[in-house]
């Protein structure tokens, strides 16, 4: 099993940018694709963006594209989620999880591992 451990949230305005980080532990941390998930209150957990093994591929949901950008380093064991341009509608808790192998998914039952969650507020 891995851990990982979300950090970089916080408050910013609309507009604004910020950059949340992913720290894995584990040897086979970077054997698998990662992804970041969010959930704002009241509503289901849905897909954010995903990376694969090696980097060389991502994927991210509609509402996102273009303003996100996942990276991992698996040299650090970490896995990095840039958000600029973000809306009041960006607003709630960001997951990191892992992929239970090599591929990339959307639907968040194909994560077996996942984080505390780290709180982005975005004001208007």
Same mark, same amino acid.
């Given at each position: 099993?891995?851990?990982?451990?979300?950090?970089?949230?916080?408050?910013v305005q609309?507009?604004?940018s910020l950059r949340?980080?992913?720290?894995a532990?584990?040897?086979?941390?970077?054997n698998?694709?990662?992804?970041w998930? +969010?959930?704002?209150?009241g509503?289901?957990r849905e897909?954010?963006a995903a990376?694969?093994?090696? $980097?060389d591929? %991502?994927?991210?949901a509609?509402?996102v594209?273009?303003?996100?950008?996942i990276a991992r380093?698996?040299a650090?064991?970490?896995v990095?989620?840039q958000?600029n341009?973000l809306k009041?509608?960006d607003?709630?808790?960001y997951?990191?999880a +892992?992929?239970s192998?090599?591929l990339?998914?959307?639907?968040?039952r194909?994560?077996?591992s996942? $984080?505390q969650? %780290?709180?982005?507020?975005?004001?208007?």
């Open positions: 099993q891995v851990q990982l451990v979300e950090s970089g949230g916080g408050l609309a507009g604004g949340l980080s992913c720290a532990s584990g040897r086979t941390a970077s698998y694709a990662m992804g998930f +969010r959930q704002a209150p509503k289901e897909f954010v990376i694969s093994r090696s $980097g591929f %991502t994927h991210y509609d509402s594209k273009g303003r996100f950008t380093d698996n650090k064991n970490m990095y989620l958000m341009s009041p509608d607003t709630a808790v997951y990191c +892992r992929s192998s090599v990339i998914f959307q639907g968040p194909n994560y077996d996942w $984080g969650g %780290t709180q982005v507020t975005v004001s208007s």
